[in-house]
Nanobody, 122 residues
């Protein structure tokens, strides 16, 4: 049972990336999935969560209007579209779920996958 975030990389300020979250050993389509990030020396920050029925939580002001969470249950994948990236978005991005609830809750961040590094720099 494993979660895997992918799609990170080095991008210039103003650029875009789309992160993907997939699972092995179980199906994501039944559960709420959240995206989080952690920059060096900073606390983990929740970005957004999406229920199995595509209800999403509000993103923090730091990424509002730039980041969008979505999912494609036919592909069993959850995405994080990141536009107009800024150097302060540099972090390791993780997806997580609790493998129990189809709605977002404080327990969504129970099981974590390997993160993907996003570096925004010119």
């Amino acid at each position: 049972v494993q979660l895997q975030a992918s799609g990170g990389g080095l991008v210039q300020p103003g650029g875009s990336l789309r992160l993907s979250c997939s699972a092995s050993g179980f199906s994501l389509r039944y559960y709420a999935v959240g995206w989080f990030r952690q920059a060096p020396g900073k606390e983990r920050e929740e970005i957004s969560c999406i229920s199995s029925q595509n209800r999403t939580t509000e993103v923090p002001g730091s990424v509002r209007g730039r980041f969008t969470i979505s999912r494609d249950n036919s592909k069993d994948t959850v995405y994080l579209q990141m536009n107009n990236l800024k150097p302060e978005d540099t972090a390791v991005y993780y997806c997580a779920t609790d493998m129990a609830r189809d709605y977002c809750s404080r327990y969504t961040g129970t099981f974590w996958g390997h993160g993907t590094q996003v570096t925004v720099s010119s």
